[in-house]
């Protein structure tokens, strides 16, 4: 089943139980595809561009739910937090700190990396390998404390 398919069931589900966060999020996903769909670009969506695009959601939430705890705006925080939650069920479960760590040492070992020249080829390749399961945060500071001696 396609995320599209997906989120068109999840969208009947969340109507029916009247789940208003679920609604919101959902409905912001079903949007963020049919724009990308409609980009003019003529190419079909994969696995991996519905990751990106998921993962661009949580993103710009996240970055606005600083932005209201900042503000003291803990009515608009929870609306960011609710709608968060629920575009992440759509994404793969994120590898843990311990696994994120030998998933970085093993792309570096891979590479042939030495230094910090090599950090834009161990970020392409772990990127590409991680499916979407590591944050591009946490992997560039891990890549960065592992490539610094």
């Known amino acids: ?3 599209e398919q997906q989120i068109s069931e999840d969208l009947k589900s969340a109507m029916k139980a009247k789940d208003q966060a679920a609604l919101r999020s959902i409905r912001a996903i079903k949007s963020a595809i049919l724009l ?3 980009d003019g670009s003529g190419k079909e969506m994969d696995s991996e561009d519905e990751i990106k695009l998921l993962q661009k959601l949580v ?17 608009l925080a929870k609306v960011e ?6 575009i992440e069920k759509y994404l793969p479960q994120p590898m843990s700190p ?31 390998k991680a499916g979407g ?8 500071q891990l ?7």
């Open 59 to 75: 993103k710009s939430r996240k970055e606005s739910l600083e932005i209201y705890i900042k503000q003291n705006r803990s009515d």
């Open 36 to 38: 990308r769909k409609t």
């Open 98 to 128: 311990e696994e994120a760590e030998h998933f970085v040492l093993n792309i570096i070992k891979e590479v042939g990396a030495s230094s910090m020249k090599d950090m834009g080829a161990v970020m392409s390749m772990a990127k590409s």
């Open 143 to 149: 890549v960065r404390q592992n490539l610094n001696p």
């Open 133 to 140: 399961r590591i944050d591009g945060k946490l992997l560039a």
């Open 1 to 3: 089943m396609t995320l």
């Open 81 to 86: 937090e609710e709608e968060i939650a629920v």
